[in-house]
């Protein structure tokens, strides 16, 4: 089943976010570090034409070989990226240099737009920079509906929806959105989905399933075991695989599987790197 998602009100979001742009003086685009291309929203490149901080999110969750894999990948484009844990604050104090540092004749406190997909972290990392709890956060990606203004003494920043972008023309990235819960899973196979994850495990990350969930060997059902393993059975010890898929999404998606990076920087002349 293919995966597309974009409600209505992500099309008035995009149409806000671009006449907002003359209200602020830097962007900041949040991404997940264990998707770092495909988190990245094609879509809206006039976003460019202010200074640009981006900020990778949620790198407890990915893996670390792999995040300074990317780290120098930026270097080499002369990105400017910090990476962040919002839960921890790490990262905050470097990203609040990475602003002022971008702004450095600027008589006033910054006003900064704060763009990115659903559920990558946008009002938590408000609510951390501004040392408030004033941006609504949620684990749905939908949560933030409008623009929010929230103020602080050191900076202002505008709060804007989760949005995607209309099309994907890869199932590959909207499989690896809808893994780190960027998509609504209503609109979701959750087997397919879960198949798809244990295939991309199987080739970078062998031990992670065994270890997880006690599997002496592979099967030629994994989704299955992990079924059995965890007691998803039905009526006449049918194992209920939308149940064991929505467990082992939700180990992902929690760090339980261990830290997990999906892609690889794609480099000119280079096929993808998985």
């Excluded at 407890?60 to 921890?88: G, S």
């Excluded at 995607?164 to 998509?183: G, H, M, Y």
């Excluded at 992670?208 to 075991?225: F, G, P, Q, V, W």
Aim: net charge positive; aromatic share 6%.
């Amino acid at each position: 089943m293919d995966i597309q998602w974009y409600p209505g009100h992500m099309t008035k979001a995009r149409r806000q976010i671009l006449a907002d742009l003359k209200l602020v003086d830097i962007v900041i685009e949040l991404i997940d570090a264990r998707v770092p291309q495909s988190s990245r929203n094609p879509d809206i490149p006039e976003i460019h034409r202010k200074p640009y901080v981006i900020a990778a999110t949620k790198i407890d969750l990915a893996d670390a070989v792999r995040t300074k894999v990317w780290m120098d990948f930026w270097r080499e484009k002369q990105e400017k990226v910090v990476l962040v844990n919002i839960l921890a604050g790490q990262g905050i104090g470097a990203l609040n240099r990475e602003i002022h540092n971008s702004l450095p004749n600027l008589p006033r406190i910054p006003r900064a737009l704060i763009v990115g997909i659903p559920n990558v972290g946008k009002s938590s990392l408000i609510n951390r920079l501004s040392g408030k709890s004033g941006a609504k956060t949620g684990a749905k990606p939908g949560v933030t509906r409008g623009k929010q203004w929230i103020k602080s003494s050191h900076f202002q920043f505008l709060d804007t929806p989760g949005i995607l972008w209309p099309k994907f023309d890869s199932q590959e990235v909207a499989r690896k959105l809808a893994t780190i819960a960027a998509i609504k899973d209503d609109i979701v196979d959750w087997e397919e989905n879960a198949v798809w994850l244990l295939n991309f495990l199987r080739i970078n990350y062998c031990g992670c399933i065994k270890a997880r969930y006690n599997l002496s060997e592979d099967h030629e059902d994994t989704l299955a075991e992990i079924g059995r393993r965890r007691g998803c059975l039905q009526a006449g010890g049918i194992v209920d695989k939308r149940q064991a898929a929505h467990i082992l999404l939700q180990d992902f998606r929690s760090g339980r599987l261990g830290p997990i990076t999906l892609e690889l920087p794609e480099r000119k002349g280079e096929p993808h790197a998985e």
